[in-house]
């Protein structure tokens, strides 16, 4: 597993502090593994306030990358939408940067990332 790309329901469990969670994600840290958290995963969870502190450090942590939406992969993220029937930009993005890096996807939603194929999946 070269990296690690987590999903809205990862970030909720770290937000929650969810234990395996937090000693998976730290695990992988610890072994120089890349974090990569897709911007728009940050948009569906985010509602800002005193309760998420533990998710914003988290997203501060130098280790962690997040991704932006660039004009291009926007693109591509609409014509995986496209081929594969649904409005879900969020999935196609995690999905598509996953498959594009090597990445496993931690996720607490496994059935609709599994639909995009070709993706090492990690259950929340």
């Known amino acids: 597993m070269k990296g690690l790309c987590l999903d809205a329901g990862a970030?909720?469990?770290i937000e929650r502090g969810v234990p395996g969670v937090v000693r998976f994600v730290d695990e992988?840290?610890?072994e120089g593994r890349a974090v990569h958290v897709p911007a728009a995963v940050i948009a569906q969870v985010w509602r800002g306030?005193?309760?998420q502190a533990r998710l914003s450090r988290f997203l501060r942590a130098e280790e962690i990358s997040v991704i932006a939406l660039d004009e291009e992969i926007a693109q591509l993220v609409g014509i995986l939408c496209g081929a594969m029937g649904t409005a879900d930009i969020v999935d196609a993005h995690v999905?598509?940067?996953a498959r594009m890096h090597g990445f496993a996807v931690l996720t607490s939603d496994p059935e609709d990332l599994?639909?995009?194929g070709g993706l090492e999946i990690?259950?929340?």
């Open 11 to 13: 970030l909720i469990a």
């Open 28 to 30: 992988h840290v610890r």
């Open 49 to 51: 306030g005193p309760r």
């Open 95 to 97: 999905a598509l940067h």
């Open 114 to 116: 599994a639909a995009y």
């Open 122 to 124: 990690v259950t929340v």
